[in-house]
């Protein structure tokens, strides 16, 4: 303890004034008394700085351990936090990916739709060099920008003839209400992508409040990819077009309704392996 280093400060120093007043005492030097009780005092004043200095270090070492100890548990705590964050939102994502595959099932002219959307989709992101969780992104955008259609009239939907003005204004609500359904368990970003992946590059959708590269990245690229597999796949209204044609399509709606850059990555996307991704 420090008043053990007291005691040994004390002792050291009387036995350092004893040493310096030897030769007085026994007549070689002449030597002040009081120098020898101030040498006494030096040395008792150092031990208790020494002393002192002792348990503030074992204060010091115990209060850091402490809070090192306190700084693990609160670590601890925030990643079992985390992890059950993640674990709810992964059951509510597969909860409503399971409600649109179930809605897609429902209606035999888009079954699989979304799983195809997004193979294409992360095929062009792909291409276009996005990093793994933009990829990440885009492929969860894809999955769930349909979940917004149960608000629609399935008679609407699933009507076999051209839909009205009002009818198609009715059908496109789905986007604003899908990216309202997937909020509390997605990022900001896939919600962006969803509300506008039915905008067009030149600003020509319904209900439109940007334009160009204003867009999200995400949106423009999943746009493209919900129309060429929409193009394909048989429809109430009209029989699938063949993949050339589709792209032919695309070429005419270039810098009106596609983004040119998210057009020339899916062009760069090998035939045989866009036909894969329509299976």
Not at 90 to 111: C, H, N, P, R, T
Not at 202 to 224: M, S, Y
């Amino acid at each position: 303890s420090w008043r053990f280093g007291i005691w040994k400060g004390i002792i050291a120093s009387l036995i350092l004034a004893l040493v310096i007043s030897l030769p007085s005492i026994l007549g070689f030097r002449d030597r002040a008394f009081w120098l020898d009780i101030g040498l006494v005092l030096f040395g008792f004043v150092v031990s208790l700085v020494l002393g002192r200095q002792g348990t503030l270090q074992r204060l010091l070492f115990k209060s850091t351990l402490a809070l090192q100890q306190q700084a693990q548990q609160l670590k601890l705590e925030i990643d079992e936090r985390f992890k059950a964050e993640r674990e709810l939102r992964m059951l509510s994502f597969g909860a409503i990916e399971s409600l649109v595959f179930a809605l897609e099932a429902k209606d035999k002219y888009s079954a699989g739709h979304s799983r195809r959307v997004a193979s294409i989709a992360v095929a062009i992101g792909k291409k276009m060099n996005l990093s793994a969780e933009d990829l990440e992104d885009i492929r969860c955008s894809s999955l769930l920008h349909d979940v917004g259609k149960i608000a629609v009239d399935q008679i609407i939907q699933n009507k076999t003839s051209q839909l009205t003005s009002a009818e198609y204004r009715h059908v496109m609500i789905h986007s604003r209400a899908g990216a309202g359904i997937v909020r509390p368990i997605v990022n900001s970003k896939v919600v962006k992508v969803i509300e506008h992946h039915h905008d067009h590059y030149n600003g020509g959708g319904l209900h439109q409040v940007v334009t160009g590269e204003d867009i999200p990245l995400g949106a423009r690229i999943l746009a493209l990819a919900d129309a060429f597999d929409a193009m394909t796949s048989d429809r109430p209204y009209r029989a699938a077009m063949s993949v050339a044609e589709a792209i032919k399509e695309i070429h005419i709606f270039t810098e009106t309704q596609f983004d040119p850059v998210v057009v020339k990555a899916f062009l760069e996307i090998p035939m045989t392996e866009i036909t894969s991704l329509l299976e």
